[in-house]
């Protein structure tokens, strides 16, 4: 998709989006060179690096498999939501969240059930595998050459601090911003909110 481009474009990846990156980006190191420093002008990942703090990434895990036999009214769906959000004010209506759902046969289900397999967040980390050496996270941001930048949300349950300092270790070159009241969802979170802390 990239080759087809007319000009080399800004690749922003949002938590999955972002591990799809890096991993695209380690798979060959031939394909580094030629889709990376050619194809790709900046890489932004937005709240997640080569390390996740599991405890946060489980809480994210729970709420999208949360509605995999999916829910009875959207009134249902927003009740759900509720204990993953207690930062965000509660709407007046749950209308709204009908364009993040798809109804069949009586039941709504989130809209992403449409477009992968949610069976995919039940898999596990080969320990064996991780204990032998760097994770291909790891390995992926150790390569990465074009400029990035990384950003994280301040209340971030998936990226701590200090995952970030460690990412940047990896990737010296690589800018930062720390938006302070954004959690890992952070479009829904932050959307006026004022950048702090950019390098």
Avoid: C
């Avoid at 002008?41 to 599991?54: E, F, G, K, P, R």
């Avoid at 949610?118 to 898999?123: C, E, L, R, S």
């Amino acid at each position: 998709m990239l080759a087809q481009l007319e000009r080399p474009p800004v690749v922003v990846g949002a938590s999955l989006g972002g591990i799809v990156g890096m991993i695209v980006a380690a798979a060959d190191p031939a394909a580094i060179r030629a889709l990376v420093l050619v194809l790709v002008l900046v890489l932004v990942l937005v709240d997640i690096t080569a390390t996740v703090n599991m405890e946060g990434a489980n809480e994210v895990i729970a709420f999208m498999n949360a509605g995999s036999d999916g829910f009875a009214s959207i009134e249902e769906t927003a009740a759900a939501i509720s204990p993953y959000l207690p930062h965000r004010d509660k709407p007046r209506s749950s209308r709204g969240l009908a364009k993040n759902l798809r109804q069949r046969r009586a039941r709504w289900y989130w809209y992403w059930y449409w477009y992968w397999d949610p069976a995919f967040m039940t898999m596990g980390v080969d320990a064996k595998q991780e204990a032998e050496g760097p994770t291909v996270l790891e390995t992926a941001a150790r390569g990465l050459t074009i400029p990035t930048l990384l950003i994280r949300g301040g209340r971030s349950q998936i990226m701590t601090e200090e995952g970030a300092r460690t990412f940047l270790e990896m990737v010296p070159h690589a800018g930062y911003v720390h938006i302070d009241g954004a959690h890992h969802m952070m479009a829904g979170d932050a959307r006026a909110s004022p950048l702090s802390g950019a390098d």
